[in-house]
């Protein structure tokens, strides 16, 4: 797929067939992930396959109870991992977050791409989801998503403009 | 460009030619940039755009000395806003540096696309990029990149395998 179809194409998805996901397009996505780039190539990040219902039932529960993640096939939970990442950002944070989260942006373009859908979790408790997948304390669990065949083509949701998202040669 | 493509094919760009960049495309990249996804769509970043040689200079400064920031003839220094972001995502941090993060890695894949180069750079000092833009306390600086024409064709770089990237069922 065209790589500005894919952009302004990919949907936040809330509700999945039962189809399961075919293994070689599930190594699709994930190979699109892992060429994300990182900060000296340090790639301090990992991603979590989860498929088995007992397992996507409790990670509904650590999601606050969204339902909609356990409806899909495949649930993939990111983690970042400070101690392999490049400490100083801007001089400031750690960059695991920026790694991981290149590398779902690059997952769920590639998701849409083969014509599955994804939606990106941010609303769930980190100390829960470590627990179900036995997460060790020093890994940081960035984001989840669902993986599945949408069974809803949502509408585009609006974008600022550009002029108020683009600022010239100074702040103010 | 096809979307695969693209993620394969993009490289971290050390030279630039000094040929201008189109108005269209960089519309195009920052475009890219503005539909990315970000928690509760609160996109809660900012994309500065500068061209003017001094300020270039002033930004290398602050990139530590790296000089071939300025050798493009555009360089982005793109911005998260935590009072405009979703505030605890797995309960624990704000959206700001992942949504900023989503919208760079748009803009990185579509200016390769359009035949630019980008490169992410994470070594510089926030407050001496705060100084020179005159960036507000309030407001984080993410990361920045030059764009303009590769005047390089860098090898890829390796990556990981899949098998240490990603994790079945559970971490351990």
Redesign the interface.
């Known amino acids: 797929?065209?790589?500005?179809d894919?952009?302004?194409g990919?949907r936040?998805i809330r509700r999945y067939k039962a189809t399961p996901v075919p293994d070689d397009l599930l190594?699709?996505v994930?190979?699109?992930?892992?060429?994300?780039?990182s900060?000296d190539?340090a790639?301090p990040?990992?991603?979590?396959?989860?498929?088995?219902e007992d397992?996507k039932r409790k990670l509904v529960a650590a999601a606050n109870g969204q339902k909609f993640i356990a409806q899909a096939p495949v649930v993939l939970v990111i983690?970042g991992i400070p101690d392999e990442a490049?400490p100083?950002?801007?001089?400031?944070?750690s960059?695991h977050?920026?790694d991981a989260?290149?590398a779902i942006?690059?997952l769920?373009?590639?998701a849409h791409?083969v014509g599955l859908g994804t939606c990106?979790i941010?609303?769930?408790?980190?100390?829960n989801?470590r627990e179900v997948?036995?997460?060790?304390e020093d890994?940081?669990?960035?984001?989840m998503t669902p993986l599945g065949y949408p069974d809803e083509i949502p509408e585009r949701?609006?974008?600022?403009n550009?002029e108020d998202?683009?600022?010239?040669?100074?702040?103010?």
């Open positions: 797929m065209d790589l500005m894919a952009i302004k990919r936040s190594r699709e994930l190979t699109a992930a892992r060429h994300a780039p900060a190539n790639q990040w990992r991603i979590l396959v989860i498929r088995d397992t983690c490049f100083t950002v801007g001089g400031y944070m960059s977050v920026i989260s290149i942006d690059h769920t373009l590639m791409a990106w941010a609303w769930f408790k980190e100390d989801v997948l036995s997460i060790p890994v940081r669990v960035i984001a949701i609006p974008r600022k550009l998202l683009v600022i010239y040669d100074r702040y103010q």
